[in-house]
């Protein structure tokens, strides 16, 4: 013990303390040189290894092992030291708990970090898809680390533990109302698990949502950023992309098919707009070749309606090959075929008594 009592008093012996004090100092130290002993060697092996994981798992999990060694190395010596055992249990039960879920928290991250360097060089679609699967899934894998080990750790504290012990007597409420309190965290981590397997849509995809368009930037287990054109970040809740329709430009490859319509006068020869279609999207640096054409699809009592059809290899290539098209082809018409642009004409009797006037 560290104090004793005598004549009515408590005094301490400084004596064990010293002893406690150098034992704790020794234990420190040769816990520190069997962390640079241990570390040295597996830091060689990893660097011998082709695989790029195990140096970032090891690079990861450094700092939580340096203290795991050092609590290793206080606790030992303190199976021998009573005083030091009185004064580092209390504490050490807290700690334990914390250094485990402190390294499986970076083992978790290394290996993210690891399967994302792997995925840098992959085909885009499936870097997309196996980016999304372990993005989520080492979201909820952290979360689960976090809730267990702060859990452990509360559960080391007397008091915290006495609440907990009377809580389970009253288990059927409990259970009730943790049940109705989790249940939006529940649904969020649910929905973050169906995302991951079944990827309606993936980090990297061309999505629209509420007529806004933009690129999934992240996907968390409550939330999904979009980052549009415009540089404005949406964030949608993960569920609704369950429950509610969108679209997704990118769902299997990048590639889309994108409209131009022009509005014409009924008398239009659409021939040689269509051999001047075919010219200009022949020798236009972003159409891929993968489909043209120009059709008339509508003719109104005013007008003719012409559609022109275009691809492209992703989407920011089609919006500009779209815009491109729109403007040649008026410039075009204005220069080659001004008559067939749409005027709103008014007709003046000659016998009328305004027609002379200028």
């Given at each position: 013990?560290?104090?004793?009592?005598?004549?009515?008093?408590?005094?301490?012996?400084?004596?064990?303390?010293?002893?406690?004090?150098?034992?704790?100092?020794v234990a420190i130290a040769l816990g520190y040189i069997a962390y640079l002993v241990v570390f040295k060697i597996v830091s060689r092996i990893a660097r011998l290894s082709d695989v790029a994981v195990d140096e970032i798992v090891v690079r990861r999990i450094r700092q939580p092992i340096k203290w795991s060694f050092l609590a290793i190395g206080v606790t030992l010596a303190a199976?021998?030291?009573?005083?030091?055992?009185?004064?580092?249990?209390?504490?050490?039960?807290?700690?334990?708990?914390?250094?485990?879920?402190?390294?499986?928290?970076?083992?978790?991250?290394?290996?993210?970090?690891?399967?994302?360097?792997?995925?840098?060089?992959?085909?885009?679609?499936?870097?997309?898809?196996?980016?999304?699967?372990?993005?989520?899934?080492?979201?909820?894998?952290?979360?689960?680390?976090?809730?267990?080990?702060?859990?452990?750790?509360?559960?080391?504290?007397?008091?915290?533990?006495?609440?907990?012990?009377?809580?389970?007597?009253?288990?059927?409420?409990?259970?009730?109302?943790?049940?109705?309190?989790?249940?939006?965290?529940?649904?969020?981590?649910?929905?973050?698990?169906?995302?991951?397997?079944?990827?309606?849509?993936?980090?990297?995809?061309?999505?629209?949502?509420?007529?806004?368009?933009?690129?999934?930037?992240?996907?968390?287990?409550?939330?999904?950023?979009?980052?549009?054109?415009?540089?404005?970040?949406?964030?949608?809740?993960?569920?609704?992309?369950?429950?509610?329709?969108?679209?997704?430009?990118?769902?299997?490859?990048?590639?889309?098919?994108?409209?131009?319509?022009?509005?014409?006068?009924?008398?239009?020869?659409?021939?040689?707009?269509?051999?001047?279609?075919?010219?200009?999207?022949?020798?236009?640096?972003?159409?891929?070749?993968?489909?043209?054409?120009?059709?008339?699809?509508?003719?109104?009592?005013?007008?003719?309606?012409?559609?022109?059809?275009?691809?492209?290899?992703?989407?920011?290539?089609?919006?500009?090959?779209?815009?491109?098209?729109?403007?040649?082809?008026?410039?075009?018409?204005?220069?080659?075929?001004?008559?067939?642009?749409?005027?709103?004409?008014?007709?003046?009797?000659?016998?009328?008594?305004?027609?002379?006037?200028?």
């Amino acid at each position: 013990m560290i104090q004793t009592y005598a004549n009515g008093n408590w005094s301490i012996n400084w004596d064990e303390v010293a002893v406690s004090g150098i034992a704790f100092l020794v234990a420190i130290a040769l816990g520190y040189i069997a962390y640079l002993v241990v570390f040295k060697i597996v830091s060689r092996i990893a660097r011998l290894s082709d695989v790029a994981v195990d140096e970032i798992v090891v690079r990861r999990i450094r700092q939580p092992i340096k203290w795991s060694f050092l609590a290793i190395g206080v606790t030992l010596a303190a199976q021998t030291d009573p005083v030091l055992r009185e004064l580092w249990e209390p504490l050490a039960r807290f700690l334990r708990p914390a250094l485990l879920g402190w390294i499986a928290y970076n083992v978790v991250r290394g290996l993210t970090a690891a399967m994302e360097l792997r995925m840098a060089d992959a085909d885009p679609v499936a870097s997309r898809s196996r980016r999304t699967r372990v993005a989520v899934l080492s979201r909820i894998v952290v979360f689960a680390i976090v809730v267990i080990t702060v859990g452990l750790m509360l559960f080391s504290i007397p008091s915290v533990r006495a609440i907990g012990t009377t809580m389970l007597a009253s288990a059927g409420l409990a259970a009730l109302a943790i049940g109705a309190a989790a249940q939006p965290a529940l649904k969020s981590l649910i929905a973050g698990v169906q995302v991951a397997l079944t990827e309606p849509m993936r980090i990297g995809d061309m999505v629209r949502v509420d007529g806004d368009t933009g690129r999934v930037e992240e996907i968390h287990m409550s939330f999904v950023t979009v980052r549009t054109w415009d540089d404005r970040v949406l964030v949608v809740p993960t569920s609704r992309f369950l429950d509610e329709t969108f679209e997704n430009w990118s769902r299997l490859d990048e590639t889309l098919t994108g409209t131009v319509f022009l509005h014409l006068d009924p008398i239009t020869d659409v021939s040689p707009i269509r051999a001047e279609f075919e010219r200009y999207i022949e020798t236009h640096e972003l159409f891929d070749g993968r489909s043209h054409g120009l059709a008339v699809t509508e003719a109104y009592p005013e007008s003719l309606e012409l559609r022109i059809v275009v691809s492209a290899e992703n989407p920011g290539d089609l919006w500009t090959l779209r815009c491109d098209v729109r403007e040649h082809m008026m410039a075009w018409l204005r220069e080659n075929m001004e008559e067939v642009l749409i005027r709103h004409r008014l007709e003046v009797p000659h016998g009328h008594p305004k027609a002379g006037e200028p």
